[in-house]
């Protein structure tokens, strides 16, 4: 018989990390800037620029730390309002709130995307904008890009949860000014902490790598182009040095775990599929389908429950529990970082009714992408199984 899988444990980092921490761990070089030349950070933002597809990429200590530092760059005034989903987690806006900026909520969908009607409504009120592509469901970023450009407002795109999404082909992180991604633990890929940007404009890029702490003339040591070494030559002395460097150690455990990547996305788009396509079986449970242009990198599933009350949600999460599948709906605990009304140190409050009740009914359960096909079954039968307890079971025709 096949266990429950224990979702949160993560898959083991490969060997290749132990062999160059030990190499660390013997030199004792671990601060990026001591060598001249190709520490580990240095080496995983060329290899991660290169994967992206981007000029220029800056490794810090995490997603939060590249947000706030895309923020400082775009050089936003105090108080300058930035507009983000209504449906995130609550490190996006508190990074805003550390840029010394104003969130401003947009209502999202039932699909968990952006509501491109209520974001367009809210365009004018701000100057700049965080995308999260929350859970990796991508929004309409074709809409949004155009909407902004039309305006002339920036698109800082939080890809936290979206290492290996397309659009069009194109990677998720990369259509914005500025993308941010995250290496924290239940992430593509994991070092614990960690973050990076990345973007093709070099005055932004060169302002972030000395906020981030390269001091004196430590951005010598970024690989780039005679335009980046003109902006940081423009810059130089006269930037704030907030130290939000990622340490040799992290960049050690995230390097080999590139050339997973690729794999990782394939498996976990294909378990998720699979997991999905048997929970759509249920009249009770709706897994929204991806945008036409997405292709999604999912490392776990998310679907509303359809007419069930709060009551019968409680009771379907509770039985899920019992058997030993953690169901998260977003709006149902009292301390959800991901439930907006939670954020009680924004400076100002939003009404957001429809992304409210979309919380109320959305799942979210992990789905690490080294399940195997009967995990995923026993995962997928107790889900099933539970929301049958509540509302009794699936009816069966015969022929
Ligand atoms: C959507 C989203 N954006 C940003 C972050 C921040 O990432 P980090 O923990 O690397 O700061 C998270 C954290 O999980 C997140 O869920």
Redesign the pocket.
């Known amino acids: 018989m096949t266990l429950v899988p224990n979702v949160h444990e993560a898959e083991p980092i490969p060997a290749a990390a132990r062999d160059a921490i030990d190499a660390l761990m013997k030199s004792g070089d671990l601060f990026r800037y001591t060598a001249p030349q190709d520490a580990p950070v240095a080496l995983l933002e060329t290899e991660f620029a290169e994967l992206l597809g981007t000029k220029y990429a800056l490794a810090v200590s ?4 590249a ?1 706030f530092l895309s923020l400082k760059a775009l050089g936003l005034p105090r108080d300058a309002r930035v507009l983000i989903p209504g449906f ?2 609550a ?2 806006p508190s990074s805003i709130v550390h840029a010394d900026c104003i969130p401003v909520l947009c209502e999202v969908g039932d699909n968990y995307r952006v509501d491109v009607a209520d974001f367009a409504a809210k365009l004018d009120s701000v100057q700049a904008v965080i995308i ?1 592509h ?1 859970r990796g469901h991508t929004s309409d970023i074709d809409a949004i890009m155009e909407l902004c450009d039309a305006l002339d407002i920036p698109v800082i795109e ?1 890809a ?2 979206s290492l290996g999404t397309t659009w069009h082909g194109r990677n998720i992180g990369t259509i914005g000014k500025v993308g941010c991604f ?3 633990s ?1 992430k593509m890929i994991n070092a614990g ?3 990076i940007l990345v973007s093709d404009d070099a005055d932004l890029v060169a302002q972030a790598v000395i906020m981030s702490g390269a001091y004196e003339h430590n951005w010598k040591k970024h690989s780039g182009s005679s335009e980046l070494e003109q902006a940081f030559a423009k810059w130089q002395n006269r930037l704030p040095l907030y130290n939000l460097r990622m340490s040799n150690l992290s960049a050690a455990v995230i390097r080999p775990q590139i050339p997973e990547l690729a794999r990782r996305v394939r498996d976990g788009l294909a378990n998720h599929d699979y997991v999905a396509d048997r929970l759509n079986t249920s009249p009770y449970i709706d897994v929204p389908a991806p945008l036409a242009p997405e292709q999604r990198a999912p490392d776990s599933i998310q679907f509303n429950l359809v007419d069930l009350n709060d009551e019968e949600i409680r009771a379907f999460a509770a039985a899920a529990e019992a058997r030993g599948v953690k169901v998260q709906v977003f709006g149902m605990s009292q301390d959800n970082a991901r439930a907006f009304w939670n954020w009680q140190f924004l400076p100002e409050q939003f009404d957001l009714p429809q992304t409210r009740a979309m919380l109320m009914k959305a799942c979210d359960v992990r789905l690490p992408v080294r399940l195997t096909r009967e995990e995923l079954d026993v995962i997928a039968d107790i889900l099933l199984a539970s929301i049958g307890e509540v509302v009794g079971p699936m009816p069966v025709y015969g022929t």
């Open positions: 995490s997603c939060s730390a947000l995130t987690f490190a996006v999260s929350m939080d936290a949860h995250s290496f924290q239940y902490e960690g973050g």
